[in-house]
């Protein structure tokens, strides 16, 4: 069955077409150096011998994937979810799968996406059934420097409440990856997406995280990076029914010559929805970020709120930013509003500061911890802390500014 | 012996001057008021003392405790007992308040403190500022109405413990209430020893905190110098 779809996706793959660096959406990627490495193997899971050493002490169920494909010998599965790989999914989920593959693959203007949909390896498939409660670690193992393709459906039934937090390993470097989340929020459901991007500097990373919300979902994604020689993560997400509600925030902490590029797209299709998107990039080196945001309000969606922020910390005279927001607004009962900045370190600031005592250099870093704090500070799992305030630590040490 | 002494100060912001030729001395345990109109220079002086990069000093010297002060970081004259109560305090995002005080005790003090420790001295000043505890746990001054930032400003007096406090304005944008209480903060600080420069628009402020001297700053130098009851003339009759 699942080969069936894997053609559709080829197909719209080649309908789409590969990136160029004049479309809207890739035009901050160094598409030029861009070369995605050769498909992954599925025989590298044996090869582990263990993965206690990546698993979070606050979660008891973790989910593999190594080099893209789904490992269910490695994985250790809550009891009260559904975790199948993706084609035997397809044996008592069909229906509901072929119905969202038919809707994706037609709307999907991203080419990685609908790259992952026809080349994902062995995918997985998570069904939350109403009400069920419950947190699950995603650990994501690149073995080598082979393209790793790891697809995620995951479907809640109506006031299903998950915590998803997931984690990356690179063993090698020049680690290649196009990942694919699809997540589908019954009524009433909710999902609170953490996702820990530290990657290699040497690696290439893409995701797409693509959701549907229903009556009353709400969806909440957390994103860090330290980003890679290139990252991008690319958002879509359709507020499809009354009264859901989105927040999707970011940060980026770029030291050396790492990269992280966003793209999101917020499309409010129902009325009296909530978006609020807020992503923030500290940029030291050489480095450089991106954003580019869509909210896109239908005319039905009366009532919308819609936010979107883009706030950018230049530390050093080499790093750059390039940073589009844009609204798309065709309904006329509607608050909404978009906005960006790409600073320095504010003098009046760092003065402010120095007359309380602290050297420039403390108050410098003072403020730039600030910068990244105020997101870090949202994480309430320990043990993911301490690698974000060494990403930090790490964009300060390499400051020009400092 | 003065506290501080500025002879013959002349300043300019981006080449325009802004003092020109300003002259004022102050012991120990004085409070000098500073009065005049908008542009005068008044918030410039207060800035230059404590060491904004923004203003040119083009002439003139400013003795802090035997020390040239001009020659001296921002943080440097912080460290030798000089304090500036901004009239615009900065909104820090993603700093806590306590984590900010915390850091400048211990930059300004050199010793470290315990955490039990600075929350008891800091618990004991944010009451006499009559302020909750939750502005402790806030970042530095944001969403802050005007009366809670300059409560913050005299809360870090508090806790520094200068020798010579500058208040730029502190009563402008405080109803009466909060001016009482910022005043009554002021007043209870200070050592008999300490030295305070109050830099105001209006005669109020001075009903609280009662000057030993009052000057007038006018086209970036002082034209008069007189007791408290200049002040009450300056209301009645205006500057000119």
Redesign the interface.
Known sequence: MIHVWREKAQKRCLEIGEPKPKQERFQYLPLTHLKLAAKASPENAGTLASIEAYRLPEFAHCLVFVDGYFSPTLSSLPKDLVCLPLDQAFQSYGLFLQNRWTKALKEEQDWFSALNAAEHGRGAFIYAPPNVKAGLHILNILTSDALGSPRLEMTLGKQADVTLVQTHVHLQSNACSNQAIDLTLGEGSKVRWLDMALLDPSATSFWSARATLKRDARLEILAFTDGAAVMRSSFSVELAEENSSLSLQGLAMLADSRQAHVHALVDHAAPNCTSRQHFKAALAGTSHSSFEGKIFVRPIAQKTMAYQLNNNLVLSDEARSNSKPNLEIFADDVKASHGSTVTQL????L??????????I?AKS??A??????LI?AIEIPSLRAPLLAAMKRVLANSHAL | MYLIEIKNLHASIDGKPILKGLNLQVRKGEIHAIMGPNGAGKSTLAKIL?????YTVTEGEIWFKGQDLLSL???E???LGL??S?QY??E????TNRH?LK??FT??RKTKISEADFDTLLAEKMALMEMRAEFGDR?VNEGFSGGEKKRNEIL?MAL?DPDLAILDETDSGLDIDAMKVVASGVNRLRRPDSSLLVITHYQRLLDYIRPDFVHVLFDGRIQRTGDATLALELEAKGYA
Do not use: W
């Open positions: 504010s003098a009046e600031e003065f402010y500061l120095r007359s309380r005592g602290l050297t420039e403390e003072l403020l911890n600030g910068f990244c704090k105020e500070d | 404590a060491g904004h990069p923004a970081q921002p943080e004259r912080a460290a304090f500036m901004f305090p900065l820090i995002a993603g700093v900010f850091t400048a930059a300004l970042s870090q520094f």
